[in-house]
Nanobody, 123 residues
Framework: VQLQASGGGLVQSGGSLRLTCTAS????????MGWFRQTPGKEREFVAA????????SYADSVKGRFTISRDNAGSTMYLQMNNMSPEDTAVYYC?????????????????WGQGTEVTVSS
């Protein structure tokens, strides 16, 4: 499975961006998916995850109420709608396919990773 993340860019504080993650083939075969982010000098941190059916989600406390994760019925595309963004959201965002159908906030529970898309929020 190859993943392609897109949609990053520069946005002002309070603005919105929508990230898209496209898989090279269907990933709905019992695989959860997730978004992580990383800034220089820090470890990759969990942002949001969704199960294979798309009916269960999990969010980091820092983004809860502002970000929304979703995926299409085919299971090959995942989205992250980011609203009311702040400079603390600046990072490279990575999408990933999990080892199992369930959601997880642990990066070691993900098997495939995209190349990352850069998000910058100016104050």
């Amino acid at each position: 499975v190859q993943l392609q993340a897109s949609g990053g860019g520069l946005v002002q504080s309070g603005g919105s961006l929508r990230l898209t993650c496209t898989a090279s083939r269907r990933t709905s075969s019992n695989n959860g998916m997730g978004w992580f982010r990383q800034t220089p000098g820090k470890e990759r941190e969990f942002v949001a995850a969704i199960n294979w059916r798309g009916d269960s989600t999990s969010y980091a406390d820092s983004v809860k109420g502002r970000f929304t994760i979703s995926r299409d019925n085919a299971g090959s595309t995942m989205y992250l709608q980011m609203n009311n963004m702040s400079p603390e959201d600046t990072a490279v965002y990575y999408c990933a396919v999990a080892l199992t159908a369930s959601i997880s906030d642990r990066s070691d529970r993900y098997r495939y990773w995209g190349q990352g898309t850069e998000v910058t929020v100016s104050s």
